[in-house]
C-alpha cells in the first residue's frame, strides 16, 4: 500500500523556520519525483517545490524560491523541505505528492494533475 506521511508542521512567527518531512512507503522511492503542495480554505492547491529521486533535480514555484529548499533522503525514503524566511501568507495545509512520471517543465512538475498519490497535509501556521 503507498503511503506518503507528512510531518512537521506548527506554529511559527514570520520569519522563523520549519522544516516538513515526507515519508514514503509502499513503492521503490528511488523511482519516483517528489512534489510539495499547499493549499488554504477556498483556494486552489498549489504546487511549491519539486524533486526527483531519479537525478536529483529540483524546482520552485517563484513565491518560494530562496526561501525552501528541497531535499531528499533515498536511504530513508523521505524528502524534506526546509522552509526559511516564513511569512504569513505560507500558513496552509502543506502536501506530498508522488509520481512516477518525468516532468520536465516547472509548470507540469508543479501541477497537482500530475501526482498519483497524496499525503494527508500537516498544517503550517505563520504568526505575524
Known amino acids: 500500500e503507498v503511503q506518503l506521511v507528512e510531518s512537521g508542521g506548527g506554529l511559527v512567527q514570520a520569519g522563523g523556520s520549519l522544516r516538513l518531512s515526507c515519508a514514503a512507503s509502499?513503492?521503490?522511492?528511488?523511482?519516483?519525483?517528489i512534489g510539495w503542495f499547499r493549499q488554504v480554505p477556498g483556494k486552489a492547491r498549489e504546487g511549491i517545490s519539486y524533486?526527483?529521486?531519479?537525478?536529483?533535480?529540483?524546482d520552485y514555484a517563484d513565491a518560494v524560491k530562496g526561501r525552501f529548499t528541497i531535499s531528499s533522503d533515498n536511504a530513508k525514503n523521505t524528502v524534506y523541505l526546509q522552509m526559511n524566511s516564513l511569512k504569513p501568507e505560507d500558513s496552509a495545509v502543506y502536501y506530498c505528492?508522488?509520481?512516477?512520471?518525468?516532468?520536465?517543465?516547472?509548470?507540469?512538475?508543479?501541477?497537482?494533475?500530475?501526482?498519483?498519490?497524496w499525503g494527508q497535509g500537516t498544517q503550517v501556521t505563520v504568526s505575524s
Open positions: 505528492a508522488a509520481t512516477r512520471r518525468s516532468l520536465t517543465l516547472t509548470l507540469v512538475r508543479l501541477s497537482v494533475r500530475r501526482y498519483d498519490y
Open positions: 509502499g513503492f521503490t522511492f528511488a523511482d519516483y519525483s
Open positions: 524533486i526527483s529521486n531519479r537525478d536529483g533535480t529540483t
